[in-house]
């Protein structure tokens, strides 16, 4: 499906008739520095991809395409929303995750009844870029999907239901389906709506691709972050992410840690890297209003121990 089309507000509102008895409708907390958190980690299954799993494979089945099994690749959030969509219609499922990924989402995913294999990140991005796995099954991209998009779009409808002015929109940037999707939904009500993509200086994909004027290859470093940080924008995403971005925000490693130590510490959440990203621009910004997206909770026990202790 076309990418490079705005969503229409049925799509949006069809998506959340569809997660409607899935996904919860998130709280929308003030940080004591003023930041508006959407809290997405407190979801099933801790993260925002819910939302779009859900949306996507309702749609498919409403289309009336042919679902024999559920293929996709993940670095774990989205691929533990599909294969729980999956069970819930006994279907099987095969996801393909980076090395890199976090073990609780491993782990999680083979207790959500899914196959999993895993691939050095190259190998494993090239199956994002051409969705070509050799299973059998509908292939679920985990981003670009109008459907995925959309499921992301009832982030920022909701928002922009509890907010009384625009605001400033800071979302983490992956693949950037939630970025994408949130803008639209945001805009859609609040068209005056500033759109921060946030990155990691371990990989600054989208800096690069703006800077360029397309996706271009950078260099990316491992870190905690699992979530978030590529080393080439999706080319299907690409014409959106040039459209809705406004500014990008690079926060350090240091700073999400710091990030996830104040949710922590002063608000009782726990939030993945990739969730606690979007805090750190948003603090480190100044900004007017702003607004960010928690995207997730999935970080491994380990890893959140070290940073709480640090």
């Keep these: 499906m076309d990418l490079t089309i705005p969503l229409r507000a049925e799509e949006i509102a069809a998506a959340r008739r569809r997660i409607e008895n899935v996904a919860l409708r998130t709280p929308l ?3 004591e520095e003023g930041v508006a958190l959407k809290l997405e980690c407190l979801q099933p299954l801790g993260s925002y991809k819910i939302r779009g799993a859900t949306n996507a494979i309702q749609a498919r089945q409403e289309r009336g395409e042919p679902i024999a099994a559920v293929v996709s690749a993940s670095a774990g959030n989205f691929g533990q929303a599909i294969a729980a969509a999956a069970r819930r219609l006994a279907l099987p499922c095969v996801i393909h ?15 959500l009844g899914a196959i999993v294999h895993e691939h050095p990140f190259d190998d494993w991005w090239r199956i994002m870029q051409t969705g070509e796995t050799g299973d059998l099954g509908a292939f679920f991209h985990p981003v670009a999907d109008r459907d995925v998009v959309a499921g992301a779009a009832t982030i920022g409808a909701e928002i922009a239901e509890e907010l009384a002015e625009p605001a400033t929109l800071f979302a983490p940037i992956g693949g950037g389906g939630l970025m994408c999707g949130a803008a639209m939904g945001l805009r ?5 709506c500033r759109i921060v993509a946030v990155e990691v200086e371990s990989a600054t994909p989208l800096q690069a691709a703006l800077a360029a004027d397309g996706p271009v290859v950078v260099t990316r470093q491992a870190s905690f972050i699992d979530g978030m940080g590529s080393t080439r924008i999706l080319d299907a995403m690409w014409p959106m992410l040039r459209t809705l971005t406004d500014e ?6 240091a700073e999400v840690e710091a990030a996830v130590r104040a949710l922590a510490f002063e608000h009782r959440v726990v939030a993945e890297g990739a969730g606690a990203a979007a805090f750190a621009a948003a603090r480190k910004a100044g900004m007017p209003n ?5 995207s997730g909770g999935n970080i491994d026990p380990s890893e959140l121990l070290r940073i709480l202790a640090a």
């Design 29 to 31: 907390i003030r940080s």
């Design 248 to 253: 990008v925000v690079v926060v350090t490693v």
């Design 97 to 111: 995750v980076p090395t890199n990924a976090a073990r609780v989402k491993v782990m999680r995913l083979t207790e």
């Design 290 to 294: 702003p607004v960010a997206v928690v």
């Design 188 to 192: 859609a009500r609040h068209p005056g």
